[in-house]
């Protein structure tokens, strides 16, 4: 008979983008593991998210230790708790350092660290989209018989739960019929600044978008509020909510959205598994094929973010958003 496997550790470091992705694989974890106990092990930025995931039954925020006592601290606690099965998300050398720091005896380990008994042993997982390459991952680990392993064959993340429980809100005041709006999120990561499409180019397509009945909302971290004050400049109305929207804030306001554009960043991806209609700007600097968001979204790609035109970025709006209004 096998044996039951009461405690679980999920293993989710990083970054927002990848977090959303994971939640899938995360969903299928707790289906299969009904009465087990599962911990996430993260980092701080994901605390808040996690504790209101319905997957889980405890969240640590340490999961990146800098010294020495930290990763011995660590250690004991992962020691102590004697966790049956850990199936590791994150599939790094971080994590995967975990795992070498919990030997001679680790608990059975399902990801690709060196010597784990549970070994994603796809030779292709690194050329995988993340959904799929996650779902294969809980195949081989004998918990998704039936994966959907093919490429675009996997469900994108589902964050329904995040909507239960914020309380519901619209970011822009109105009359009786308020206008409906589109959310940019013009930032991301400070050091891949490759991966932004230039903000005077997000402006453009404001004017575009208000002239055809829809409010502009800016979301976005506090250090992106100039980008919203040029933003505003250009559009002459915009709403500007950089630095003041949690996640959950996020997905309530972009479930209700009727469009979202933006850079292939974090937030994005959040929006994006609301099903909210979603325009993705990629450069060179990330492959669509391995990390873009799944759903009602369209992927726009250049080389150069700066070649992509406006009027490209127009045309998809109009397609996924009609006019407000229009048949």
């Known amino acids: 008979m096998a044996r039951e496997i009461k405690k679980i550790l999920v293993i989710k470091l990083s970054a927002l983008g990848d977090f959303v992705l994971a939640l899938a694989a995360m969903k299928r974890i707790r289906e299969v593991h009904k009465k087990a106990h599962i911990t996430l092990l993260t980092t701080p930025p994901f605390e808040a998210l996690a504790k209101s995931c319905p997957y889980f039954n405890a969240v640590e925020t340490d999961g990146k230790p800098e010294s020495f006592g930290e990763w011995m601290a660590l250690r004991a606690r992962l020691k102590k708790a004697r966790y049956d099965r850990v199936y590791d998300l994150q599939t790094s050398a971080a994590s995967s350092r975990i795992f070498h720091l919990l030997r001679p005896f680790p608990p059975e380990w399902s990801g690709n660290a060196l010597g784990c008994a549970l070994p994603h042993r796809n030779k292709n997982r690194d050329h995988m989209h993340t959904l799929e390459r996650q779902a294969d991952q809980l195949k081989y680990a004998g918990i998704w018989p039936d994966a959907p392993i ?58 575009l978008l208000y002239a055809r009945g829809l409010d502009i909302v800016i979301i976005g971290g506090p250090q992106e509020s100039a980008l919203a004050r040029q933003i505003q400049r250009d559009v002459g109305k915009a709403r500007d909510l950089t630095g003041r929207t949690d996640f959950a804030r996020v997905a309530v306001i972009a479930a209700k959205a009727a469009l979202v554009v933006g850079n292939d960043t974090g937030p994005l991806h959040l929006a994006a598994a609301t099903g909210a209609p979603t325009i993705v700007l990629f450069s060179k600097a990330s492959n669509p094929a391995l990390s873009a968001p799944r759903g009602h979204v369209a992927v726009l790609a250049a080389t150069e973010l700066t070649d992509l035109a406006v009027a490209t970025v127009a045309q998809a709006a109009n397609a996924l958003a009609p006019a407000p209004g229009a048949a």
């Open 150 to 207: 093919e490429p675009g064959q996997a469900p994108p993340p589902d964050v329904s739960w995040v909507l239960r429980k914020a309380p519901q809100e619209r970011p822009v005041a109105g009359g009786v019929r308020p206008r409906p709006y589109v959310i940019f999120i013009p930032g991301g990561s400070a050091h891949r600044l490759d991966k932004r499409w230039p903000v005077e180019k997000f402006g453009e397509l404001g004017k």
